[in-house]
């Protein structure tokens, strides 16, 4: 093997290595510690972000059959936003709610429930990962955000996705972003069905992000706006997402 070159089979182990380093529990005193986050963790979601788009920008989080399905989906984060404006919508069946696209883009828009819904959709079983240490496996219907994106015509200079939703925490909303592979991925849909249902409330309604290949804090619910931007440094605190800015999670949360 040369010096510029890296055979997949080392990628592999290299980002085994560095999954047990993510993986550590969250009470464990050394995940608490501030120098280990910003320096150990952040070390390590960076390579493993960077192994994962070297073995390729679009392979695909596993998909299960119906009998896999969980009896029960517990609902995580908010379960109902406070905001007066989501009320109303939810008073009306979210008859009138509309989903804002903007920022970088050529072509801004909004898109009704019914709009998205008159869009080719794709259904998939997968398995929901938490952080906190929990999963289930639910089926998601919805839009592909790919669809979306290439109405409203990315600017050249667009490079993430910046998802801002409904339900706040502390009085902040919440928000999440990916970048442009992960939202143009097969499996990345805005779901508005879930097990062959209307989404529950719990669980985000009216559309919430589904980006398959990620933990369940990336999985942004409730969402109400979608903005393209160049960079992640005029987003909340520079750092890409709520609890990512709040509490230290990574950015890239890759399993």
Same mark, same amino acid.
């Given at each position: 093997?040369?010096?510029?070159?890296?055979?997949? =089979? #080392?990628?592999?182990?290299?980002?085994?290595?560095?999954?047990?380093?993510?993986?550590?529990?969250?009470?464990?005193?050394?995940?608490?510690?501030?120098?280990? =986050?910003?320096?150990?963790?952040?070390?390590?979601? @960076?390579?493993?972000?960077?192994?994962?788009?070297?073995?390729?920008?679009?392979?695909?989080a596993?998909?299960?059959?119906?009998? %896999?399905?969980?009896?029960?989906? =517990?609902?995580?984060?908010?379960?109902?936003?406070?905001?007066?404006? +989501?009320? &109303?919508?939810?008073?009306?069946?979210?008859?009138?709610? &509309?989903?804002?696209?903007?920022?970088?883009?050529k072509k801004?828009?909004?898109?009704?429930?019914?709009?998205? @819904?008159?869009?080719?959709?794709?259904?998939?079983?997968? &398995?929901?990962?938490?952080?906190?240490?929990?999963?289930?496996?639910? @089926?998601?219907?919805?839009?592909?955000?790919?669809?979306?994106?290439? #109405?409203?015509?990315?600017?050249?200079?667009?490079?993430?996705?910046?998802?801002?939703?409904? %339900?706040d925490?502390?009085?902040?909303?919440? +928000?999440?972003?990916?970048?442009?592979?992960?939202?143009?991925?097969?499996?990345?849909?805005?779901?508005?069905?879930?097990?062959?249902?209307?989404l529950?409330?719990?669980?985000?309604?009216?559309?919430?992000?589904?980006?398959?290949?990620?933990?369940? +804090?990336?999985?942004?619910?409730?969402?109400?706006?979608?903005?393209?931007?160049?960079?992640?440094?005029?987003?909340?605190?520079? @750092?890409?997402?709520?609890?990512?800015?709040?509490?230290? +999670?990574?950015?890239?949360?890759?399993?």
């Amino acid at each position: 093997m040369t010096k510029d070159t890296i055979s997949r =089979r #080392r990628l592999l182990k290299i980002a085994g290595v560095t999954g047990s380093a993510l993986l550590l529990p969250g009470c464990d005193r050394l995940s608490r510690s501030p120098t280990f =986050r910003e320096v150990v963790l952040s070390s390590g979601e @960076k390579l493993a972000y960077r192994v994962q788009r070297l073995l390729g920008v679009n392979p695909l989080a596993r998909e299960y059959e119906p009998e %896999d399905m969980s009896p029960s989906f =517990r609902t995580n984060g908010n379960t109902m936003p406070a905001a007066a404006e +989501y009320r &109303r919508h939810l008073e009306t069946n979210f008859a009138d709610w &509309r989903l804002d696209v903007g920022g970088a883009v050529k072509k801004p828009a909004s898109f009704s429930l019914a709009d998205m @819904k008159a869009m080719p959709a794709r259904s998939q079983i997968t &398995r929901h990962d938490c952080v906190e240490g929990w999963s289930a496996i639910g @089926k998601w219907t919805g839009v592909p955000l790919g669809a979306i994106l290439d #109405r409203v015509e990315l600017e050249p200079d667009a490079r993430f996705i910046v998802f801002h939703c409904a %339900d706040d925490f502390r009085g902040t909303n919440y +928000y999440e972003s990916i970048d442009l592979v992960d939202a143009f991925h097969p499996q990345t849909i805005l779901a508005y069905g879930m097990n062959d249902g209307e989404l529950p409330v719990g669980h985000g309604a009216p559309v919430r992000l589904r980006v398959e290949r990620q933990l369940g +804090y990336k999985q942004a619910k409730f969402v109400m706006r979608i903005e393209a931007v160049e960079s992640l440094s005029a987003v909340g605190g520079g @750092k890409g997402g709520y609890w990512e800015d709040s509490n230290g +999670y990574e950015w890239y949360a890759g399993i």
